[in-house]
């Protein structure tokens, strides 16, 4: 019998759903209740998976955990402690988390990372938080090549801060 | 004495921050609660703003409003009947409003005119209702030529119906 993986995002979003300024940015403009509430929700994942340029920006915090880092400069998976470099065009994710025995995999972005999850059909549950800023212009949360329509089921929106942050959470209605 | 006008922004938007498909899409895919909060919300406005692409796509019902268009394809400002078609790289936006003594104008978008208010200025308030969808693609609701960080304060939060829709009013804070 295959075990069920259960799949959530973490997303966080200026009003106008950009999430950097570029894709080398820190996420240095992030409220701190944001940041606790991550770093909280993550004791219940067995592991997260990130983009390569995700990796880089936060690669000292995340060697210390069960990650697994998209990145096309692989073809064959390779791992180096914790970590593994996978290419998802060349290597069964899937396959490879259950080889794990993986049960909750956090998805920690960026836009394609979260838009690969989505599309196929691996993404149950997204956290959103809403920071109270417009950009008007940056990295996009999703980064889809077609526009398509996901449906949504808002579960519960809550205050983070006195400022304004927002923590919208959805399950997965498609 | 120079009136103040008050400058309010309406945006429908995925989760993902996306407007719509494309500048030339509908906007069909609100929900029915959005469209009347807004209906509703305009009858407090002298006048709406929009750009051309918007102005085409619901030309019908803007038209009989008072409705400023901004388009690239006037030198000089052309006033056919309640609706006034403005270039605003040649004309002064705030003093076309004041002469027409408006009050209280509502900006429609799209993401240029959007863009316009903010980084003049001249937007105090912004809607913001968010569909629960995630398109991946498609128009963002901020459209600027480089990375701003506009901040705001959240006014309040409303659950427009039951399948997930929410309003959110902002103060601009900035």
Redesign the interface.
């Known amino acids: 019998m295959k075990s069920k993986i259960k799949f959530v995002a973490y997303v966080a979003?200026?009003?106008?759903?950009?999430i950097s300024?570029?894709s080398h940015s820190k996420i240095d403009?992030t409220s701190e209740e944001d940041w606790n509430f991550l770093q909280k929700s993550l004791k219940k994942f067995d592991a997260v998976v990130v983009g390569s340029h995700t990796y880089k920006i936060a690669e000292k915090s995340l060697k210390k955990r069960n990650t697994i880092v998209f990145t096309s400069k692989v073809k064959k998976s390779k791992v180096s402690g914790s970590v593994t470099f996978l290419n998802p065009e060349h290597s069964n994710v899937r396959d490879l988390l259950r080889k794990n025995k993986y049960r909750r995999v956090a998805i920690l972005g960026g836009p394609e990372v979260y838009?690969f999850f989505?599309?196929n059909n691996m993404l149950h549950e997204?956290f959103?938080t809403?920071e109270?800023?417009?950009?008007?212009?940056?990295v996009?949360?999703?980064?889809?090549?077609?526009?398509?329509?996901?449906?949504?089921?808002?579960l519960s929106?809550k205050?983070l801060n006195g400022?304004?942050t927002?923590l919208?959470r959805?399950k997965n209605?498609s």
Chains 1, 2 share one sequence.
């Open positions: 979003a200026s009003i106008d759903g950009r300024e570029s403009w838009n989505l599309k997204l959103v809403i109270p800023y417009i950009f008007t212009s940056g996009p949360m999703f980064s889809g090549k077609k526009f398509e329509k996901y449906r949504f089921k808002l929106i205050k400022r304004g927002i919208l959805y209605a």
